[in-house]
């Protein structure tokens, strides 16, 4: 259970609307911790002789179908604390993280942009998924951050990856305009689809944290957009359920001529974005956008859009 | 990087450069006249005894690699993986080696005659 006074009036007031009937059902999950999950990293090994050692080692391995080298695990107690994690052929990573890669249409030798990298779960991703072929241009703001995904991409062995430590609002005067095939943005957030994680997101909500957040998102968003080629694809991304953070967001790049399209995500239970939210009403294409709910398939919740740039 | 052909018959098809005075790193070919704040991946630095690659460098050098690597059985790769030294019976000559585990590589290691170092950085050993 998630301990009294920590979910305020007003957060309840706006989730029961977002959620309708399932309120007690999110309320559940949000309460539980997260399985976690192992993405193989086929670039150092075989993903077939790894999970033979780690069935032999008593793990537990379930397939997460939206991403071939994504297993939930069971049995063992830290899945960061081995042998094989610290030779990076494996990475902890929660499974609904893996989307973005996945919708962004990557292929080897394409020119991609990570605009709020750290701490590199899906730089690294992206870099296996593009067999360390074409570049990867990984982006953050801050020492800590950046030492974070540094660490995280040489332990992966990412060979195609670039460090940049830069504001991702200034993304034009660092990296140019129409510069890239693919464009991510998993944006900063309120967090609250990681509730599961860690309560800290539930006590930190507040409308004034969402609307500050969401013109940060808002300035990334934009300046990731003038990076993309005609032609090319971009995924904003979050870890929340907040509309403002999310919908309204994605609303302003289809203002400023983006096309939404609506990702192939295997196996995945999704719900479309929204129409309106409180005073706003959204361009019909937003609800091609991916909400994950954290009772769709157990994991934390997210928030997925696919543009691209006619 | 004459020393990798040297010294394990195979240098990977890559852009190697050098970072700060001893240490060398490697960035696919297209990323080699791009500026950033970091490229690609460390691969090893240069020691008054050889050349010691990393984890990620025995990866991408050990796969191609035709001479200079060890490999370690269950009980040996279980004590290199926890920051021990091997006593080998092999008759090697002295130098530094890649060390190989079935599928996977696990660094370098100088082989003194007797002993081979184990060269593992503090933060991958478990």
């Keep these: 259970m998630i301990p009294e006074g920590i979910i305020k009036p007003e957060f309840e007031r706006r989730y029961r609307e977002l959620m309708g009937p399932e309120y007690e059902l999110f309320l559940k999950f949000m309460a539980t911790k997260p399985r976690p999950t192992i993405r193989v990293n086929p670039m150092k090994v075989d993903p077939g002789w790894l999970l033979d050692r780690l069935e032999g080692e008593g793990w537990e391995l379930k397939q997460v179908p939206w991403y071939e080298h994504g297993y939930w695990v069971s049995g063992v107690e830290r899945p960061g604390g081995t042998r094989w994690h610290a030779l990076g052929l494996y990475y902890v990573q929660e499974a609904a993280s893996m989307i973005p890669p996945v919708a962004l249409d990557l292929e080897p030798g394409l020119r991609v942009l990570d605009l709020a990298a750290a701490p590199g779960s899906k730089t690294t991703q992206m870099s296996e998924m593009m067999g360390w072929r074409g570049l990867i241009y990984a982006n953050d703001v801050s020492p800590d951050r950046v030492d974070a995904l540094a660490a995280n991409v040489q332990r992966m062995g990412s060979v195609n990856v670039l460090i940049f430590m830069s504001d991702g609002r200034r993304a034009v005067q660092t990296f140019g305009r129409e510069r890239f095939d693919r464009v991510l943005l998993d944006a900063p957030c309120s967090s609250i689809g990681e509730v599961r994680r860690s309560w800290g997101a539930l006590a930190r909500w507040s409308p004034k944290a969402v609307n500050r957040i969401s013109r940060l998102q808002l300035s990334l968003a934009l300046a990731a957009y003038e990076t993309l080629k005609r032609g090319g694809v971009m995924v904003y991304s979050t870890c929340t359920l907040e509309p403002k953070e999310n919908e309204w967001v994605v609303h302003q790049l289809v203002e400023r001529g983006a096309l939404i399209e609506r990702p192939e995500i295997k196996g995945l239970k999704w719900r479309p974005g929204l129409k309106r939210w409180m005073d706003w009403e959204f361009h019909e294409d937003v609800q091609k956008t991916v909400r994950v709910y954290p009772q769709d398939n157990d994991t934390i919740g997210f928030y997925v859009a696919k543009l691209r740039k006619p | ?126």
Aim: hydrophobic residues 40%.
């Design chain 2, 1 to 126: 990087m004459s020393f990798l052909r040297e010294r394990f018959g195979y240098v990977p098809d890559l852009h190697f450069f050098a970072s700060g005075k001893r240490k060398v790193r490697a960035v696919v070919k297209e990323g080699a006249d791009e500026r950033a704040d970091l490229k690609g991946v460390y691969v090893g630095k240069k020691a008054p005894y050889g050349f010691i690659i990393s984890v990620e460098g025995s990866f991408l050098v050990g796969r191609g690699a035709k001479k200079g690597i060890i490999e370690l059985n269950d009980e040996e790769f279980d004590r290199w993986m926890s920051g021990q030294d091997l006593e080998l019976r092999e008759d090697l000559p002295k130098g530094v080696y890649i060390v190989k585990y079935q599928e996977v590589f696990a660094g370098s290691g100088y082989f003194n005659g007797r002993v081979l170092k184990n060269l593992l950085p503090r933060v991958r050993i478990q």
